[in-house]
Nanobody
Framework: QVQLVESGGGSVQAGGSLRLSCAASGGFFRYYNMGWFRQGTGKEREFVAATSRTEITKYADSVKGRFTISRDNAKNTVYLQMNSLSPEDTAVYYC???????????????????WGQGTQVTVSS
């Protein structure tokens, strides 16, 4: 059983930065493809960024150039550095693990097997 715990959310003004962390336990993190998704109030969950186990990365168009996903296999942790935040980035952010053993950075939620509980990010104008 894989457990994912997000942290680092909070409130920030527009233009500010936050770094989210997702710590994994209960499995072999280095073999997982990892993703970040978000869900705003009244909106569907949407893809944000993903990194494969070989560190291939993929980003949603809305965050390209502002967000960076990275991973530290020694710490079993994936990060999401978020810069130039805007109110449109306000959402609950979830990390997810894809245990398929391929090397894809996937953007479809259905490809992910385990999810964290989420961390709230609020950006004020």
């Amino acid at each position: 059983q894989v457990q994912l715990v997000e942290s680092g959310g909070g409130s920030v003004q527009a233009g500010g930065s936050l770094r989210l962390s997702c710590a994994a336990s209960g499995g072999f993190f280095r073999y997982y493809n990892m993703g970040w998704f978000r869900q705003g109030t009244g909106k569907e969950r949407e893809f944000v960024a993903a990194t494969s186990r070989t560190e291939i990365t993929k980003y949603a168009d809305s965050v390209k150039g502002r967000f960076t996903i990275s991973r530290d296999n020694a710490k079993n942790t994936v990060y999401l550095q978020m810069n130039s935040l805007s109110p449109e980035d306000t959402a609950v952010y979830y990390c997810a693990a894809d245990l398929s053993m391929n090397t894809y950075a996937r953007d479809a939620a259905d490809n992910y097997d385990y999810w964290g509980q989420g961390t709230q990010v609020t950006v004020s104008s």
